[in-house]
């Protein structure tokens, strides 16, 4: 969603959260009627979290607190502080908290979800050439 919102070319197909551990359950505790998957701690190959999905209103929500992203050689990435980076996407009257592309770049690249991370960089480059700004922001 948060690619939308800054006029990517996507369809977006849910909305992820990105929080700390405690922002997570907060998270659910508001959207305890629509709750698919309970927040608990869960761990995949590349990635784990404390994770749970909602649908609101039709679209799926993914709550990811505290993420931590396996590096190459096995160990752990510590959570990132998200709050410092947060950017403001104005749309439709409202303002939207969002992480900066070059950030989600990156998250996507440690994944191994290079297609994403390259066309993410594309954008950052084609945006960087026509406004004159540095293509990391």
Do not use: C
Not at 34 to 44: E, F, G, H
């Amino acid at each position: 969603m948060a690619f939308a919102l800054r006029g990517l070319a996507v369809v977006p197909h849910d909305l992820d959260i990105q929080t700390d551990a405690t922002g997570a359950y907060a998270i659910q505790r508001r959207l305890a009627d629509n709750m698919l998957w309970p927040v608990r701690y869960r761990t995949a190959p590349t990635i784990r979290s404390h994770f749970g999905r909602a649908v609101v209103a039709g679209v799926v929500v993914e709550i990811m607190g505290a993420i931590e992203k396996r590096r190459p050689d096995g160990t752990w990435m510590p959570p990132a502080d998200l709050a410092p980076m947060i950017e403001w996407i104005a749309w439709e009257g409202r303002t939207w908290p969002v992480l900066p592309v070059a950030y989600e770049a990156a998250a996507y690249r440690a994944l191994g979800r290079h297609a994403m991370a390259d066309g993410l960089g594309q954008w950052l480059t084609r945006r960087a050439d026509i406004s004159g700004e540095d293509a990391g922001t």
